[in-house]
């Protein structure tokens, strides 16, 4: 791997304030095994054994991966701490927020460039499949390299202003995050006392089941970013006012209870924004939930082997499958998803049909097989009744 040069012809040496954080560790990973560039850095929460002169006199590039509440003020200590010295180099803050930490960053002398990946951390070695979004407040020398930076990173880059990116991240994230924090509330109150979550589980529906998975990766995750994406991004503010809004007349019409009140909100609430949103819109969501539906139904399925592969190499899935046709088993469906630690993992599902007509220990001596011939680690596996 040939490091990528900075302006200067050489090298540049990447420091990470926040290293420890996720995003931190994840960024040292990347830029160290997939750029090939040396890492240095301190953290806020106790990494300080590299002190912020010396990181901000070595680092050619300074990435601030902190939380939300705290980083405007974090990157003023480095511009006092600068002094100028940072002039030529390029400052980066990776934060759901744009507007005052890109700010802070300009009060600075160093090109200056927000990103927000629009995903946590992922357990795989680049952002393939999530958007990028990228404010480019003060960039010249360092341009080609932020630019060769974000195509290894794989993401879909979206360039945007600061105050539109928080302006949309007010509705993308912060109504959005409300919503759920107010379900699994309401959930929290009444689930109780009819048996809690796994008594409406045999119940469910599509829509709420992909709404409690919504709301149990926000609640699985740091409440400390939702609550700073709700409180730090002044926009949220007038979209939970709405959201309010909409759910108070909903409620008076439910008291009023009337005909006059079923039309009102079939009209305000249902109608009025199936006309905004526009048929286009509506046939790919309903495609998409459809599809949604289709993959929870595969991943409800009991008849099913999970398979962990210990290399991702082409002809992987190719030596997987032969073992299942080499044992005669049907496959109904399968997915390949990323364990925490970054592991291809395949759940595949069976022909129950077909395993009904084969020697009972096929999928003992077909996991056997898969594991003897080190193709893949079986974990779980046939859960017939």
């Known amino acids: ?84 010295r940072e002039a030529g180099h390029l400052w980066m803050d990776l934060t759901s927020i744009k507007q005052r930490p890109v700010e802070a960053l300009l009060a600075s002398q160093a090109e200056v460039v927000g990103l927000h990946p629009m995903a946590a951390p992922p357990p795989t070695p680049t952002l393939q499949g999530r958007a990028m979004a990228v404010c480019p407040a003060r960039l010249d020398r360092w341009r080609p390299w932020l630019d060769s930076f974000l195509s290894a990173t794989r993401a879909e880059r979206i360039d945007v202003s600061p105050e539109h990116h928080d302006r949309a991240m007010a509705l993308v994230q912060g109504l959005t995050h409300a919503s759920h924090m107010a379900q699994a509330s309401v959930l929290r109150r009444q689930a109780p006392a009819l048996g809690g979550l796994d008594a409406l589980r045999p119940l469910r529906t599509v829509g709420h089941a992909l709404d409690l998975s919504v709301s149990a990766r926000m609640l699985a995750g740091n409440p400390g970013i939702y609550t700073d994406i709700q409180f730090d991004n002044p926009h949220v503010l007038p979209a939970i006012e709405q959201l309010a809004e909409a759910v108070g007349f909903l409620r008076a019409q439910l008291r009023s209870g009337d005909a006059e009140a079923r039309q009102a909100v079939r009209s305000q609430l249902l109608e009025e924004s199936a006309t905004f949103f526009g048929a286009p819109v509506l046939a790919a969501g309903s495609q998409d939930f459809e599809r949604l539906g289709y993959l929870l139904a595969d991943l409800e399925s009991p008849d099913f082997l999970s398979v962990f592969l210990p290399e991702d190499a082409p002809g992987s899935l190719r030596r997987l499958l032969h073992v299942f046709e080499e044992h005669a088993v049907n496959i109904e469906s399968i997915h390949s998803s990323r364990s925490p630690e970054g592991e291809l993992h395949f759940r595949i599902g069976l022909d129950r049909g077909c395993l009904a007509g084969l020697p009972a220990d096929t999928l003992a001596r077909l996991a056997t097989a898969l594991e003897a011939g080190g193709i893949g680690r079986v974990t779980a596996g046939d859960r017939r009744d």
């Open 1 to 84: 791997m040939t490091p990528l040069p900075g302006p200067s012809g050489s090298p540049p040496v990447v420091g990470i304030v926040g290293r420890r954080g996720a995003y931190g560790r994840w960024l040292q990973r990347f830029f160290e095994e997939r750029m090939g560039l040396q890492v240095i850095g301190r953290d806020p929460a106790g990494d300080e054994d590299l002190p912020v002169d010396e990181l901000v006199a070595r680092a050619d590039v300074l990435v601030f991966s902190a939380p939300i509440r705290v980083t405007p003020a974090l990157i003023g200590e480095y511009v006092e701490a600068g002094n100028g």
